[in-house]
């Protein structure tokens, strides 16, 4: 038995050892899955740059931020620079810090009134009062669709739903780069890990 047990270790061991070749796949997933959300979502913000402005300095039906202009700017080039950045995987560890602040804020200061799920859902975990009157809302947008168009067509590539816009997606965002932060790019994927090779330092 405990020869048996030493045979099973050794080969868990050795799988082990050439696996760490691998290690590198886990962030290159979360970077290329990531990485295209935040670029597409900066580069709006800097193509529509003065709405972006007034969305965060208007307090009546926007954010209501202190200096608008600097908070805008930091968002759109944070996101969209650092999007890039963890694409090729350039100092994935510096770029999670703002990145992650900027989902933070965003949470905090756009989707947490709506509690957590970005769609209402009341059969699913989290859900409040107001995704349980979206689903009663719902189901009346539902019966209108039924009886005044053709639902069937309406509804062949996906089900009429109503967007929640809580924290879920800006929480799920910063919890891959936290991730990513201490993880950074991967072994082989990224070019952090051709930099330090180079300069004879450790991989990532």
């Known amino acids: 038995m405990k020869s048996l047990w030493a045979a099973a270790s050794k080969i868990y061991g050795c799988a ?10 886990g962030p290159l997933v979360l970077r290329l899955y990531i990485a295209p959300i935040f670029i597409y979502a900066g580069w709006k ?7 972006t402005i007034a969305w965060f300095g208007n307090s009546e039906w926007g954010l209501g931020m202190p200096f608008p202009e600097f908070m805008a700017w ?8 650092g ?23 965003a949470a905090v200061s756009v989707h ?14 989290y859900s409040n009062d107001r995704v349980i009157e979206a689903s009663e809302r719902l189901a009346i947008i539902k019966d ?16 009429v739903v109503i967007s929640n816009n809580g924290i879920e997606f800006a929480a799920t965002y910063g919890m891959m780069c936290f991730v990513l932060f201490f993880s950074g790019g ?8 051709w930099i330090a090779r180079a300069n004879g330092a450790v991989p990532v």
């Not at 999007?83 to 804020?105: D, E, Y």
């Not at 209108?144 to 089900?159: I, M, P, V």
Request: overall charge negative.
């Open 112 to 125: 947490l009134k709506n509690g957590w799920q970005a769609v209402a859902d009341p059969s699913w975990l």
């Open 186 to 193: 991967g072994r082989y994927v990224s070019a952090d890990y």
């Open 45 to 51: 913000k800097i193509i529509s740059i003065e709405d």
């Open 144 to 159: 209108l669709l039924r009886e005044h168009g053709n639902y069937e067509w309406l509804t062949e590539f996906g089900s």
């Open 16 to 25: 082990l050892h050439y696996l760490r070749h691998f290690d590198g796949l």
């Open 74 to 81: 930091a968002a759109a080039l944070i996101e969209f620079g």
């Open 83 to 105: 999007g890039i950045a963890l694409l090729i995987g350039l100092g994935v560890r510096l770029f999670s810090i703002p990145l992650m602040i900027t989902m933070v804020v």
